[in-house]
């Protein structure tokens, strides 16, 4: 049974951003690359509870199991996002967008602000979907 990022306990979701950072990862690498991490024994169980969950996947490579994310970071990061502005902005996208803009240390530049003025003024338009690039 497939659960939402956001879902996950502490350490899952640790385990889970450093995939989709990497891209993959084995037991080794996730230990080594998560703060405080816990036994070795103990990252190889939360990676297979997340295999079993549905969210990695495994390739033996050279005698070891190197984990990748079933979906793709594109798609997860979306999710995440999502979560964030339900949990934090009342799933106001409109909020959101301006906790950003508004924000005077967000040092949006000249070319990030036209770029999100070409995506709201294309979701205004009938039948156009918007387009994050």
């Keep these: 049974m497939k659960r939402k990022l956001h879902e996950l306990s502490r350490r899952e979701r640790q385990i889970m951003e450093l995939i989709l950072v990497k891209g993959s990862a084995s037991a080794a690498e ?6 405080d991490a816990p036994s070795y024994s103990a990252i190889r169980a939360l990676l297979r509870i997340l295999e079993e969950k ?11 199991y190197v984990y990748e994310p079933i979906e793709a970071p594109q798609t997860a ?39 999100l003025e070409d995506i709201i003024k294309k979701a205004g338009k009938p039948g156009s979907e918007p387009r994050a690039s």
């Design 54 to 64: 549905g969210h990695l996947k495994h390739r033996e490579e050279g005698g070891r």
């Design 30 to 35: 996730v230990e080594a690359g998560i703060p």
């Design 77 to 115: 990061s979306r999710s995440a996002l999502q979560q964030v502005v339900k949990t934090f902005f009342g799933g106001s996208l409109a909020d959101a967008v301006a906790a950003f803009v508004d924000d005077k240390d967000g040092d949006l530049s000249s070319d990030e602000l036209k770029r």
